[in-house]
Antibody, heavy 114, light 112 residues
Framework: EVQLVESGGGLVQPGRSLKLSCAASGFTFSNYGMAWVRQTPTKGLEWVASISTGGGNTYYRDSVKGRFTISRDNAKNTQYLQMDSLRSEDTATYYC???????WGQGVMVTVSS | DVVMTQTPVSLPVSLGGQASISCRSSQSLVHSNGNTYLHWYLQKPGQSPQLLIYRVSNRFSGVPDRFSGSGSGTDFTLKISRVEPEDLGDYYCLQSTHFPNTFGAGTKLELK
């Protein structure tokens, strides 16, 4: 059974950093690209970033470029989202996904507020 | 960015009835490899979205045949026949042909 389990969310002040993790199981992690998607009541679902199987290619939405970094550790079956210079508009539930967008994690809440 | 226009916003249905949701993209979703990466999801309250249909018309594992997807180019439709209580929730389309990948704004399927 494919499982994606996010962790690392929480309340953080504007301008600070947070790192999300996503532990994958039930499939050969190194064979799949991975992604992060976020959701808010006002903006809906937004794709945030994707990473290729080996990690050599990464893609970001414009609003997070230069602030967020997606990475992965295939030995640990884990992907990450390093979020720096956080803004209030980054407040959202963040989901970890397998590319193919077939399996989603349960989501982790990130709140950026002073 | 590719804009995904999803309609209607709200769709009241009767149990046992039929529902149809439209998703139109601002540009063609045909990838250079010939595939069309348009997918449909259902999100129930308190849950993450679950994949129903991938690449326009392919039902995901375990999805009942009451769900069907169709369309091409820029115009796509999700049909649900014989609506059951577990079908109620928010439906979204997603295009992953172009970066940034973009979602429709959602359709709430609710009881009439």
């Amino acid at each position: 059974e494919v499982q994606l389990v996010e962790s690392g969310g929480g309340l953080v002040q504007p301008g600070r950093s947070l790192k999300l993790s996503c532990a994958a199981s039930g499939f050969t992690f190194s064979n799949y690209g991975m992604a992060w998607v976020r959701q808010t009541p006002t903006k809906g679902l937004e794709w945030v970033a994707s990473i290729s199987t080996g990690g050599g290619n990464t893609y970001y939405r414009d609003s997070v470029k230069g602030r967020f970094t997606i990475s992965r550790d295939n030995a640990k079956n884990t992907q990450y989202l390093q979020m720096d210079s956080l803004r209030s508009e980054d407040t959202a539930t963040y989901y970890c996904l397998r590319v193919g967008f077939d399996y989603w994690g349960q989501g982790v809440m990130v709140t950026v507020s002073s | 960015d590719v804009v995904m226009t999803q309609t209607p916003v709200s769709l009241p249905v009767s149990l046992g009835g039929q529902a149809s949701i439209s998703c139109r993209s601002s540009q063609s979703l045909v990838h250079s490899n010939g595939n069309t990466y348009l997918h449909w999801y259902l999100q129930k309250p308190g849950q993450s979205p679950q994949l129903l249909i991938y690449r326009v018309s392919n039902r995901f594992s375990g999805v009942p045949d009451r769900f069907s997807g169709s369309g091409s180019g820029t115009d796509f439709t999700l049909k649900i026949s014989r609506v059951e209580p577990e079908d109620l929730g928010d439906y979204y389309c997603l295009q992953s042909t172009h970066f940034p990948n973009t979602f429709g704004a959602g359709t709430k399927l609710e009881l009439k």
